[in-house]
């Protein structure tokens, strides 16, 4: 099937009047905030989340997907296609009165998609820098803006507290509203999204980036938030109460991404539609932020280099794909998405500027072979480390995680000699597993009724969830490597959750990949980060973030 172009009449209106189809696919591109590899039903947790895992099983699941560890830097990879070592994003994040942001003299996937005729809404949150207005989404190629410039905030009043400094963060393209106290961010973006698909001109490519706050911790005092009817879900089911709350949380995102596709289909829109759904970073367990994700069985969490902090939930779904519904091994870094859509979207990406990023789209489409040889975790100058993944091979090195060094099994998980055991949540049928949720109606996903015959058709498949199997985990595995001390070197294949550190029997292989963090690292440049400035305290600008330069 034509990626670029392709020419049907949808039935637009209760009329009848039909319109032809934009000739380039519209994009909806779903970031969710903070989710853990052990938080999506389709890698096997005690979580139910239908919607997701619909768009899973019937599109292609990228199982070594990679992320950055923290939010800025991935969604600045995102934008640019670019590694953050490469636009100074490579250190932390950026704090509400820091005065930086995602460098102007980079071109970024909305200004990309205008040259190609997209029109490009972003709903939620932004995180790359406001304090000029040049660095404001509306000012970098999106079109019409909702949300939040910070990183996280509360779900309800919307005011973010960073240190001693509090202020309500909530916009409207360049305008701060200040009557949303009591709705639920969760909703309010998903109303958004649905609203600008509802409106949209069919024959014109849509591209939408939906940033969710959800699961991102909210302010310090009041970490998880969401309404009850969707903590409800899991009670008795989730016995500890964090992680009960935090199930909600990811139930409202999945009822979120329900709501997304049925929006697109009552619009007449999916047939030419390319979905992308991933998180920004593993999940922060172990109490981090007074959050309660999961990222079992995988080592370390969010803002780490082990995998519990860098391989990532990440699916594509699309019938442009072709016939094609299976888990990807193939490496793909969040730096690819950019060449990967603006090549369905029927641009050249060879005229992107200095990418790290590559064209996935063909491979994916074919399930073809390997495309990446090796993905740059990150090289971090201020806090002393780097982790590199290179074939079969992941080295770290230096102040990889700051004492997050474990595996933090959710409260329910039953563990036995070290092995990792789920509990037994995955027999579904059809119908309760592959039907969306929304609003007590019933939504099914899939493109065309070939769509649907194909997932029935692989049962085996659908019915599966993508575990990753640890094997034995050894007496030593929590002191066999100490990165700050010596590179440490695990091969990931057979011991995906880094159990055993092989840097003393393969010396040769520790040498080339410090010889590859050389090459990365010749080409780095320096970080963007600043000083807190006391001039964007919102208490200086009536109580709002809010450029303040």
Known sequence: ?????????????????????????????????????????????????????????????????????ICSPTRSAIMTGRHPIHTGMQVGVIGGSTPYGLPLNETIMPQHLETLGYRRHIVGKWHLGFFTEAYLPTRRGFESFLGYYTGHEDYFDH???????????????????????????????????????????????????????????????????????YTERFTPKIKDVKRRIFAGMVSALDDSVGRVVAALRDAGLTDNTIIVFTTDNGGPTNGYDGNAACNWPLRGVKNTMWEGGVRGVGLINSPLLGNNSYVSDNFFHVADWLPTLFHAAGGDPSTLNMQDGFDMFDMLKENGPEIRTDVLHNIDPVNKFAAIRAGDYKLV??????????????????????????????????????????????????????????????????????????????????????PEKSPCLFHIPSDPCEFNNVAGSNPDIVQQLLKRLDQYRSTMVAPNNKPNDPNGDPAKHGGEWRPWK
């Open 1 to 69: 099937m034509d990626c670029v172009v392709r020419l049907v009449l949808l039935v637009v209106s209760a009329t009848g009047v039909a319109m032809a189809a934009s000739s380039h696919p519209h994009i909806v591109f779903i970031i969710a905030d903070d989710l853990g590899w052990g938080d999506v039903g389709f890698h096997g947790s005690e979580i139910s989340t239908p919607n997701i895992d619909a768009l899973a099983y019937s599109g292609i699941i990228l199982n070594k997907y990679y992320v950055s560890p």
């Open 397 to 482: 090195m230096g102040h990889i995680s700051k004492n997050d060094n474990s595996w933090y099994p959710p409260p329910q998980l039953s563990k036995n000699q070290g092995e990792t055991k789920f509990d037994t949540r995955l027999t579904f049928s059809f119908e309760r597993e592959f039907s969306l949720q929304s609003q007590n109606q019933n939504v099914h996903i899939f493109h065309s009724a070939s769509e649907e015959n194909k997932i029935h058709e692989n049962s085996k498949f659908q019915g599966s969830p993508i575990l990753v199997q640890c094997g034995q985990k050894p007496l030593n595995a929590s002191f066999n490597c100490v």
């Open 159 to 229: 005011e973010a507290n960073e240190g001693s400094m509090y202020g309500l963060d909530f916009h409207r393209n360049e305008d701060t509203l200040w009557d949303v106290n009591g709705n639920f961010s969760t909703d309010m973006y998903t109303a958004e999204a649905e609203r600008i698909i509802k409106d949209h001109d069919p024959s014109e490519p849509l591209f939408l980036y939906l940033a969710q706050q959800s699961v991102h911790a909210g302010n310090g005092v009041d970490p998880l938030q969401v309404p009850q009817k």
